[in-house]
């Protein structure tokens, strides 16, 4: 069964003109400025607008704010003093993802629909255990919580209730009984699965237990399949001519590009290195002149390797910091002690130093806006700040612990400073990739071998 959201009058269709109050514009460098209740200058824009309810004059206004994990997004609000009717909704300002995301969260007592979500407008939700299903672009992106979802799709299906009553279909009796299962799913009974898939990458559900793993929500990236594509208006690229091959080792190639948090254009160096002991990756660096901002990446320059690669690192002295570190993008990272979890394409890849990569944890996991701030509760500021401080120890070599890094397209790297020696305190397994992990790395339906004849025989 699918629902669609409601018809929504705002934001409105027609600006009539700008409310007198209006805030100062923001400086072009901050236009998008970080989501934060003690920031007092960030005031929303206010556009008196018509009202498609009632026709008179309300007000919009209108958010450039930007939340991690999101990038850009403008939060805009509609309110009519005339007839009451108030509407809220939610648009990415950033670009799309370079993959679709998949969040897959199991509901199995209250708290969990007070979990926050960020769903756009391309994103799908489904409810499984019902056979429900919102569709993409049915509903406008909104900020809310799980019951929002299930509210709003309620709201969906009972908008035209009152004229399939009169007349007489037979749909509005199986539409009534279907609100009744919606709403039965708000008192969380029994657990039940919401799944929100949005090719975007641009949708976000809320893990309250971080930096802790979360065993109710899975979280899965994936490659976009051509409809998606089409869906989302991303247009192929025409095939290149193949250039004559030149050696690329020694050379720092630049492209243009745009500043990912003014964008604002700027350039990108790119450089192909090889790493001792290792293979060859390549590093890209953004430098953006007018805000300021640095950004580093590194992509793997080979193949998938034939085995995932588990690296385990007991961490026993304040050297051990110093060692070179090379994380993909599909590479997680656990530490026991810590009872903590990162997972693939978080942070994205990295050439750094382990000391380098822990500071830059420790800050992704403190400084989550959805886990601070006056509505975030004690006992996860709490844990925030015990975490906070145990990474510290570690950092300084005041605590020991175990680093775990587990790749299973087998391209990242840890440097062994006893090479070509063993390392006594690090171990390196290679194993076998499961099903699952090959189907998040696309390598399932990969056909190299045989593929020729195959086209043949379509022709």
Known sequence: MAASGAVEPGPPGAAVAPSPALAPPPAPDHLFRPISAEDEEQQPTEIESLCMNCYCNGMTRLLLTKIPFFREIIVSSFSCEHCGWNNTEIQSAGRVQDQGVRYTLTVRAPEDMNREVVKTDSATTRIPELDFEIPAFSQKGALTTVEGLITRAISGLEQDQPARRANKDATAERIDEFIVKLKELKQVASPFTMIIDDPSGNSFVENPHAP?????????????????????????????????????????????????????????????????????????????????????????????????????????????????????????????????????????????????????????????????????????????????????????????????????????????????????????????????????LGLNDMKTEGYEAGLASQR
């Open 212 to 440: 802790q793993k979360d065993d109710a929500l899975v979280i899965t990236h994936y490659n976009r399949t051509r409809h998606q594509e089409e869906m989302l208006g991303l247009q192929e690229e025409a095939p290149a001519e193949k250039p004559e091959e030149e050696d690329l080792r020694n050379e720092v190639l630049q492209f243009n590009t745009n500043c990912p948090e003014c964008n604002a254009p700027a350039q990108t160096n790119m450089k192909l290195v090889q790493i001792p002991h290792f293979k060859e990756v390549i590093i890209m660096a953004t430098n953006c002149e007018n805000c300021g901002h640095r950004t580093n990446e590194v992509k793997s320059g080979g193949a998938v390797e034939p085995l995932g690669t588990r690296i385990t690192l007991h961490i026993t002295d304040p050297s051990d910091m110093t060692r070179d570190l090379l994380k993909s993008e599909t590479c997680s990272v656990e530490i026991p002690e810590l009872e903590f979890e990162l997972g693939m394409a978080v942070l994205g890849g990295k050439f750094t130093t382990l000391e380098g990569l822990l500071k830059d944890i420790r800050e992704l996991v403190t400084k989550n806006p959805f886990t601070l701030g006056d509505s975030s509760n004690p006992c996860q500021k709490e844990r925030l700040q015990e975490f906070s401080q145990k990474m510290d120890q570690i950092i300084e070599g005041n605590m020991k612990a175990h680093f775990i890094m587990d790749d299973p397209a087998g391209n990242s790297y840890l440097q062994n400073v006893y090479a070509p020696e063993d390392d006594p305190e690090m171990k390196v397994e290679r194993y076998k990739r499961t099903f699952d992990q090959n189907e998040e």
